[in-house]
C-alpha cells in the first residue's frame, strides 16, 4: 500500500484566497483525521471522520475552515479565505477498525501539506 | 482534556550514546503511540503500545499504563535518529492527544 497521501506537498498562496488540501487514506481505513502542526500550538486535531461522516469538528479553528469527505477514498479540508496565521503543516492520517482485519487503533499519517499563505 | 508531557524537550547525543525519552499523562489510555518526525518532517509509527515492552532494533519502548508513563529507548543513536520524537495518547473515542515532543540530535 502507499501509505497516506496528501496533495499538494506545498503551496503557497495569498491572503484572501481559498486553498484545497487533499487526502487520500489506506484502503480499508475507516477513519480520517485531519491535523494541524505550528511551532507555536504543536499536533492538533481539526476534525476526523468514521466511514465518511463527521464524527468531531471541535478542533475546527472557525467558519473559514470546512472538511468534506465525500468517498471513502478522498478527502478535502478548505480554508476560504486564507489568512496569514493558517500558515502550518496540515497532516492527513487514517486509522482502521478491529473489524477490518487491519492494525486495528494505530493512526497512520500522510507526509503533509506545508502552507504558507502571505 | 488528557494532559501529556514529555521529557527532556531536548537531547544531544554523541553518535553511539544511548538515551532514554519519556511521556507521562495525566488519565487512563487505551492507546498510545511514539512517532519520529524526521527533518523532513514526516511522522513515522515507531511503536503502538498501550502497555507493555516492544522492541524494534535499536528501539524499544515500555508503557507502565496504571502509573502513567511510557519510555522510548534508543540504544547507539544515529545521526539518522535526530528529528522530534512525538509521544500521542487517547483516552476515549478516537482522537489523539500529542505531547510537546522531545527534540534529538544526534552529532558524528
Known amino acids: 500500500d502507499a501509505g497516506v497521501i496528501q496533495s499538494p506537498r506545498h503551496e503557497v498562496t495569498e491572503m484572501g484566497q481559498e486553498v484545497t488540501l487533499r487526502c487520500k487514506p489506506i484502503?480499508?481505513?475507516?477513519?480520517l483525521f485531519w491535523y494541524r502542526q505550528t511551532m507555536m500550538r504543536g499536533l492538533e486535531l481539526l476534525i476526523y471522520f468514521n466511514n465518511n461522516v463527521p464524527i468531531d469538528d471541535s478542533g475546527m479553528p472557525e467558519d473559514r475552515f470546512s472538511a468534506k469527505m465525500p468517498n471513502a477514498s478522498f478527502s478535502t479540508l478548505k480554508i476560504q479565505p486564507s489568512e496569514p496565521r493558517d500558515s502550518a503543516v496540515y497532516f492527513c492520517?487514517?486509522?482502521?477498525?478491529?473489524?477490518?482485519?487491519?492494525?486495528?487503533?494505530?493512526?497512520?499519517f500522510g507526509p503533509g501539506t506545508r502552507l504558507t499563505v502571505l | 482534556g488528557i494532559q501529556v508531557e514529555q521529557s527532556p524537550p531536548d537531547l544531544i547525543l554523541q553518535e553511539g550514546a544511548n538515551s532514554t525519552l519519556r511521556c507521562n499523562f495525566s488519565d487512563s489510555v487505551n492507546n498510545l503511540q511514539w512517532f519520529h518526525q524526521n527533518p523532513w518532517g514526516q511522522l513515522i509509527n515507531l511503536f503502538y503500545?498501550?502497555?507493555g515492552t516492544k522492541q524494534n532494533g535499536r528501539l524499544s519502548a515500555t508503557t507502565v499504563a496504571t502509573e502513567r508513563y511510557s519510555l522510548l529507548y534508543i540504544s547507539s543513536s544515529q545521526t539518522t535518529d535526530s528529528g522530534v520524537y512525538f509521544c500521542?495518547?487517547?483516552?476515549?473515542?478516537?482522537?489523539?492527544?500529542f505531547g510537546g515532543g522531545t527534540r534529538l540530535m544526534v552529532k558524528p
Open positions: 500521542a495518547v487517547r483516552e476515549a473515542g478516537n482522537m489523539l492527544t
Open positions: 492520517a487514517t486509522q482502521a477498525t478491529a473489524l477490518a482485519g487491519f492494525s486495528y487503533n494505530e493512526q497512520f
Open positions: 484502503s480499508g481505513h475507516d477513519y
Open positions: 503500545i498501550p502497555s
